[in-house]
């Protein structure tokens, strides 16, 4: 059994998606309805992964309450970080197997 995602995953995931959203672009503005529908989750539960990854400086938000999502070159880092750590994760259990 695998443990639920922690807050920080919830918010890399965030960001990842953000980071799909706008093909990359820095400071491009996305509704956070758009990020729910591409994370498959009602825009009410990213309550607490966007303030994370705000708080953490990986993104800046526009509106209140929240309606847009601006991914910050930190969010881009991190969302880059968990990605190889992801694969070297997945490599050494290959490895054990």
């Given at each position: 059994m695998t443990?639920?995602?922690t807050l920080e995953t919830s918010a890399l995931h965030l960001c990842k998606a953000l980071h799909i959203e706008t093909d990359g672009r820095p400071s491009w503005p996305v509704a956070v309805d758009t990020?729910?529908?591409r994370?498959?989750?009602?825009?009410?539960?990213?309550h607490d992964a966007i303030y994370y990854a705000k708080m953490?400086?990986?993104?800046?938000?526009?509106?209140?309450?929240?309606?847009?999502?601006?991914?910050?070159?930190?969010?881009?880092?991190?969302?880059?970080?968990?990605?190889?750590?992801?694969?070297?994760?997945?490599?050494?259990?290959?490895?054990?197997?």
């Open positions: 443990d639920a995602p990020v729910a529908d994370l498959k989750k009602p825009a009410g539960e990213l953490n400086g990986w993104l800046g938000t526009g509106g209140v309450p929240v309606h847009s999502l601006v991914l910050t070159s930190a969010g881009q880092a991190a969302t880059a970080r968990a990605k190889v750590a992801l694969s070297r994760s997945r490599s050494a259990e290959r490895g054990a197997a």
